[in-house]
């Protein structure tokens, strides 16, 4: 049992601490003999970034607030301390983890023959390579700064990864040294990079760091060094956006202004090589400015692992997974429709029935499709669409833009403050605007997370409710589901959240959609209290969902209520749980898994007993206060027969994974469910799971192959 297994009685699990058991998971898979080197690798790179990201948002909060010294938030200020106090233990015993996982998997790369050298030990062949490789993309692409010149390091480049400098000058017996900093330029250049094989026909990776260590002279041609030595350290910055309230200034051009302040956000983790040397170590630190708070990691000689997640194959593929290809279920949908032998159209194929797809099982295609379609067709009047993330070519984009070229009126709602996407946002919402396309950047206050497209034609409306984003590169990683509908009942609410996303003052209500910050909480919560309400009446009474994070403190509450009035709970969770599930007289009957696999787990789908009658929602809220009470979200109903028949496979699937899910009962010990933890139901859904084995994710891949070929046939 790992020893950040925490044995709790406690009713819940504090949101970051329950972050880092989430995180756990995945350099758990790292860890697993059975996944692919390379897919471990890349695990390694992901559990790293994750960190990064978590140091520069919550934990730059947490410190932010255990600064404070205003006596009226003394509670707050306490019980960020404790936390922050928590995070460090558990990320000491994490880190030792971690660092053995790095050196086993590089260990057992060496032995199936792909090789990470370092600057001592390249061949002739492989120093020539090297030298051409710096001077045709590095040389100018950094430089380095001395030490002796700047206030505060983090002011000096747009970097978080950097090698601290020694050099060294004898004269006449004398030794003297100077310190400078080079900022590893990854964005421009990449990390690790393929250099010819060694003599035994070995692959061969060497990091730009080690790049860099061997050409360190020329940095410094013409002054009178003769000793080099360089140490890499890396620190994570704080990445609180500064947005004022200038009332002369738009909302882009105050992101804009938070962009640059994060830019020069304060440190808050630093990890360097052990091996610096004590004088070079304190001028570097000295620099950094620390605060009591932050995190300093003596570590070894590389850092800044998320860059693995871009570690070349070497031609490979057998380390890899199997490339599963998506299916074209869009041929499906054309096959289903009777125009005469013609293709039918996206419009015909939605308006003959409701249609979804799953994603990346089913080919983002069928979307993109529909918008090109809505581009070029007479009858289409207007486009509406929110989007958060966007891809870095994006297909989405190009069509919109198409559309306002060929006279149509489109209406794009993109989010400027989503979360490290901001400058690729700023810079897609000017392009459209230029394109004539006008944009929206939201409601003042509130994030719009929400999913939709609105498509308005002379014959009647569209719509498309989605858990995920919009974005061609998610659609091949997450899974992620989009109902398409041509039903008037939830094409006009749709409609109406857009409205309402203009006008955020004008009154609005919703029969069919859940909308937040609207009406989501109160309907998600009579929907539970009915639960509980059949529960007592002896009715079928049961919540089964996949979701990403439940940390609001009054839906938790609820849920356990609903526990011990009887109503059975089965979750599969990819995130943030602040329940504590299984054993404790509140929480009985809940049962939750996190499913860590070769895609992210990202829908979000509720299905509710309703006493027989069940009412199934999918869409983009997970049950936390800033979805629920702080942002545009959206879940939608899913009426016909056939797709809330998927919607149970997919969330049934989840729950019965006994290959990659693990049991998230509040304790962090993330062990792997087996077929023993699967409750009656599952069983008889799906018998397979119970005699164990069962994967969901290749699982889902296989079902929907069989109906594509029943389609075909």
């Known amino acids: 049992m790992s020893g950040s297994v925490r044995k709790t009685q406690k009713r819940t699990v504090e949101r970051d601490i329950s972050w880092m058991y989430f995180n756990h998971r995945i350099l758990q898979e790292a860890r697993r003999p059975g996944v692919p080197l390379l897919e471990r690798l890349s695990f390694i790179g992901i559990y790293s970034n994750n960190l990064d990201e978590f140091f520069r948002v919550r934990v730059a909060t947490l410190s932010r607030i255990a600064e404070n010294g205003h006596k009226f938030l003394r509670d707050e200020v306490t019980a960020a301390k404790k936390t922050l106090r928590q995070i460090s233990k558990l990320y000491s015993e994490y880190d030792l983890e971690f660092s053995e996982t790095v050196d086993s998997v590089f260990r057992e790369l060496a032995s199936s023959g792909i090789r990470l050298v370092d600057e001592h030990s390249l061949n002739d062949e492989q120093r020539r390579w090297v030298g051409d490789f710096f001077e045709e993309n590095i040389a100018g692409a950094t430089s380095p700064i001395w030490l002796n010149k700047v206030d505060d390091l983090n002011l000096v480049a747009d970097s978080a990864h950097y090698l601290a400098v020694r050099l060294s000058c004898s004269d006449a017996g ?50 009178d060094f003769d000793g080099f030595e360089a140490y890499s350290f890396k620190f994570t910055r704080d990445a609180e956006m500064e947005i004022d309230n200038d009332f002369n200034d738009s909302k882009m051009q105050k992101v804009q202004k938070g962009l640059a ?66 299916i074209d279920i869009l041929s499906c949908w054309r096959a289903s429709v009777s125009t005469g032998g013609r293709i039918p159209s996206m419009f015909e194929i939605i308006a003959a029935s409701d249609r979804f797809i799953h994603v990346p099982y089913h080919s983002f295609d069928a979307f993109l499709q529909l918008l090109r379609e809505a581009a070029v067709s007479p009858k289409v009047k207007s486009v509406r669409i929110s989007l958060y993330r966007l891809a870095k070519d994006s297909k989405v984009v190009e069509a919109l833009i198409a559309a306002a070229h060929n006279g149509k009126k489109v209406t794009v709602v993109i989010e400027l403050l989503a979360r490290f996407d901001e400058e690729s946002n700023i810079h897609w919402s000017s392009k459209m605007r230029d394109a004539g396309i006008e944009v929206i950047y939201g409601v003042e206050g509130l994030k719009v997370h929400g999913k939709l497209l609105h498509i308005k034609t002379s014959s009647g409306s569209f719509a498309v409710v989605g858990t995920g984003n919009f974005h061609e590169g998610n659609a091949r990683s997450y899974t992620d589901v989009m109902l398409f509908t041509a039903r008037p009942e939830i094409v006009k609410e749709v409609e109406k959240v857009f409205e309402f996303i203009a006008s955020p003052f004008m009154p609005v209500k919703f029969r069919e959609l859940l909308v937040a910050p609207n009406f989501m909480r109160t309907t998600l919560t009579r929907l539970v209290r009915n639960e509980i309400a059949n529960a007592e009446k002896g009715l079928p009474a049961y919540i089964r969902m996949k979701i990403n994070h439940i940390t609001d ?91 809330r028949d998927e919607m149970r496979r997919i969330v049934y699937s989840a729950l019965a994974d006994t290959v990659q899910a693990r049991v998230v009962d509040g304790t962090g010990e993330n062990r792997m469910r087996t077929a023993d933890d699967l409750p009656a139901f599952l069983r008889e859904a799906l018998p397979e799971a119970g005699k164990g084995g069962f994967r969901s994710q290749y699982e889902l891949y296989s079902h929907y192959l069989k109906e594509l070929e029943c389609t075909r046939q």
């Open 553 to 643: 403190s009054g839906m938790v509450d609820l849920l356990y209520r609903a526990s011990k009035a009887g109503v059975k709970i089965d979750i599969a969770l990819r995130g943030n749980c602040s329940l504590v599930a299984g054993s404790h007289p509140f929480s009985e009957n809940i049962r939750i898994c996190g499913i860590i696999d070769r895609y992210l787990e990202h829908s979000r789908i509720l299905i509710f007993a309703n006493g027989g009658d069940e009412r199934i929602f999918l869409g983009s809220a997970d049950w936390m206060p800033r979805n629920l009470d702080h942002r545009v979200e959206v879940l939608v109903p899913v009426l016909d027969p056939a797709i």
């Open 174 to 223: 004398k030794q003297s040294f100077s310190y400078a900093v080079l900022p590893l330029p990854t964005n421009r250049v990449g990390r690790y990079h393929r250099i010819p094989d060694d003599e035994a026909g070995n692959a061969c990776v060497i990091t730009l760091d080690d790049i860099l260590r061997l050409m360190m002279e020329r940095f410094f041609i013409g002054l």
């Open 261 to 326: 302040s994060r830019r020069t956000g304060e440190p808050l983790r630093v990890m360097y090589d052990s091996d610096m040397p004590a004088d070079l170590m304190r001028r570097v630190m000295r620099k950094l400015r620390l605060s009591a708070y932050d995190t300093v990691v003596p570590g070894r000689r590389y850092h800044n692992h998320r860059d693995l997640m871009s570690f070349p194959d070497c031609g490979r593929s057998d380390l890899k997974y199997t490339r599963l290809r998506p």
